[in-house]
């Protein structure tokens, strides 16, 4: 039997913290070529500077050349 793997996307929820970025970077590192990723983040708007994080996060996945799609909350 012969398995033919098709693509998959995954959508990564990537807050920003230690946790999220260094599980991106680990992803990235194994890719497998057929793995699409789109990394997204939620902006609660809870802290003052939270815009920041969704920056940081925007800049790491241009830096996979991954799309980001970004939501924000009241």
Not at 26 to 53: C, E, Q, T
């Amino acid at each position: 039997m012969t398995y033919t793997m098709t693509r998959q996307t995954f959508i990564l929820a990537i807050s920003g913290g230690v946790d999220s970025v260094v599980l991106l970077h680990r992803l990235m590192a194994n890719k497998p070529m057929k793995i699409y990723y789109i990394v997204a983040h939620f902006d609660h708007g809870i802290r003052s500077d939270s815009g920041a994080d969704a920056r940081f996060v925007e800049k790491l996945a241009a830096t996979y050349e991954l799309p980001f799609v970004v939501g924000k909350g009241d």
